[in-house]
T-cell receptor, first 113, second 115 residues
């Protein structure tokens, strides 16, 4: 079974600064997807970014980018120019062949003005 | 707005009761997934339906059941409710049946409180 580990329960960053959230996973599959979801206080789950394992190039979405290290099974999220609206719980998720998403326990990001 | 709708937003009920949560997927999506988010268990996959048929089951209790109707909306039925069933229940949808290998779009959730 796949496992997803987010080792940082909480992180904080100053507005306009850069922060990196860590995620590691364990799987025996070679073809899979990785996701970062954001859950603000409204509790809505919002897709931030996704990475296909077969792609070597790291995904980017505006201020959000990932560092995907397949051999190390690491998938970190970098948020540049942090904004107050980035404050939320961030979940790393693994999507493999068994139809479901497996989520980490989340990292609570605080953005300080 | 993901395009996935869930009703009701909030539900308060008593132990032993039965409730039904409803989900409408994004237009064109054939798969629906149900997840439970609780403080102690985190986000847990419950069940997936694809085009009306059950495709995958996760940590779903026998007291819980779900179905997907011909118009592709889905319902999650929770019966004999216990205090521990209090949680946020999410529905997600995706275009086909590839599950984890395609993006799942989440609805706003139904917050269930069992008293």
């Amino acid at each position: 079974a796949q496992t997803v580990t987010q080792s940082q329960p909480e992180m904080s960053v100053q507005e306009a600064e850069t922060v990196t959230l860590s995620c590691t996973y364990d799987t025996s599959e070679s073809d899979y997807y990785l996701f970062w979801y954001k859950q603000p206080p409204s509790r809505q789950m919002i897709l931030v970014i996704r990475q296909e394992a077969y792609k070597q190039q790291n995904a980017t979405e505006n201020r959000f980018s990932v560092n995907f290290q397949k051999a190390a099974k690491s998938f970190s999220l970098k948020i540049s120019d942090s904004q107050l609206g980035d404050a939320a719980m961030y979940f790393c998720a693994f999507g493999g062949s068994n139809y479901k998403l497996t989520f980490g326990k989340g990292t609570l990001l605080t953005v300080n003005p | 707005d993901s395009g996935v709708t869930q009703t009701p937003k909030h539900l308060i009920t008593a132990t032993g009761q039965r409730v039904t949560l409803r989900c409408s997927p994004r237009s064109g999506d054939l798969s629906v997934y149900w997840y439970q988010q609780s403080l102690d268990q985190g986000l847990q996959f419950l069940i997936q339906y694809y085009n009306g048929e059950e495709r995958a089951k996760g940590n779903i209790l026998e007291r819980f059941s779900a179905q997907q109707f011909p118009d592709l909306h889905s319902e999650l039925n929770l019966s004999s409710l216990e205090l521990g069933d209090s949680a946020l229940y999410f529905c997600a949808s995706s275009p086909s049946g590839q599950g984890g290998q395609e993006t799942q779009y989440f609805g706003p959730g139904t917050r269930l409180l069992v008293l």
